[in-house]
């Protein structure tokens, strides 16, 4: 079935606007059982709105097992691994923090929840052993 444009009023401001045949289509392409109600204007600062009001990703609240200090990470944490807060994230993967796994394999496992893009995985940890004198 071929679309048609169609001229809507907005809620908001009371303009007519066209919904565009493309539009529809792209609405039905996506499931949408109702035609717009805004204009493209409004819809757009609707959209700001939103976006500016925090409805941000999903944070989960979790005990730094490090500090003990509570945070909120972006990723839902693992019941078997130590979740850190972001500033003890940030010291262990830069080498500064030892966090002791509960279980004793060492496979170190990425860490795909990174809240920051990290790049590759850490070099693995050079085996020299110090010489004391
Ligand atoms: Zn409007
Ligand atoms: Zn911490």
């Not at 939103?50 to 999903?58: A, K, L």
């Not at 019941?79 to 994230?89: A, N, S």
Request: glycine share 8%.
């Amino acid at each position: 079935m071929a679309f048609q444009d169609q001229t809507l009023t907005c809620r908001d401001c009371g303009k007519g606007f066209v919904w565009t045949a493309s539009e529809q289509e792209f609405y039905q392409q996506k499931g949408f059982q109702n035609a717009p109600v805004r204009c493209p204007a409004d819809r757009a600062a609707k959209k700001a709105r939103m976006d500016g009001g925090g409805r941000q990703r999903e944070l989960h609240e979790i005990t730094c097992a490090n500090c003990g200090r509570k945070d909120s990470v972006p990723f839902q944490p693992r019941g078997d691994k130590p979740v850190l807060c972001g500033d003890c994230f940030r010291k262990q993967r830069d080498g500064e923090l030892k966090v002791e796994e509960k279980h004793d394999s060492v496979e170190e496992e990425e860490i795909k929840e990174s809240p920051e893009p990290s790049e590759e995985k850490a070099p693995e940890e050079k085996t020299e052993e110090s010489e004391e004198k």
